[in-house]
């Protein structure tokens, strides 16, 4: 079974950046396909961005052309780099990996935006 860490959330600046990493343990994690959400206060958990096991990515119309979903699989990683962050993309960020049967969630890391 594979666990998920996130980290590398923090507070920036509007127009800033940020990495976030999901690094997960066990085994197949090349065969899930792997997505980071967003959850802000009061909201509903939202997709941000996925990547296939084959590299393929997907983004929210909010995010496209700032944010940018990677992958590693030999390290068993997935990279979330934003740019040009805005207010409103303050939330808990969440890494999830699914495949038949299975569907993983991490702990969540906060990114606060200030404006």
């Known amino acids: 079974q594979v666990q998920l860490v996130e980290s590398g959330g923090g507070l920036v600046q509007a127009g800033g950046s940020l990495r976030l990493s999901c690094a997960a343990s066990?085994?197949?994690?090349?065969?899930?396909?792997v997505g980071w959400y967003r959850q802000a206060p009061g909201k509903q958990r939202e997709l941000v961005a996925t990547?296939?096991?084959?590299?393929?990515?997907s983004y929210a119309d909010s995010v496209k052309g700032r944010f940018t979903i990677s992958r590693d699989n030999a390290k068993k990683t997935v990279s979330l780099q934003m740019n040009s962050l805005k207010p409103e993309d303050t939330a808990v960020y969440y890494c999830?990996?699914?495949?038949?049967?299975?569907?993983?969630w991490g702990q969540g890391t906060q990114v606060t935006v200030s404006s």
């Open positions: 999830n990996a699914r495949r038949s049967g299975s569907n993983i």
């Open positions: 066990g085994s197949f994690f090349s065969f899930y396909v």
């Open positions: 990547i296939t096991s084959g590299g393929t990515t």
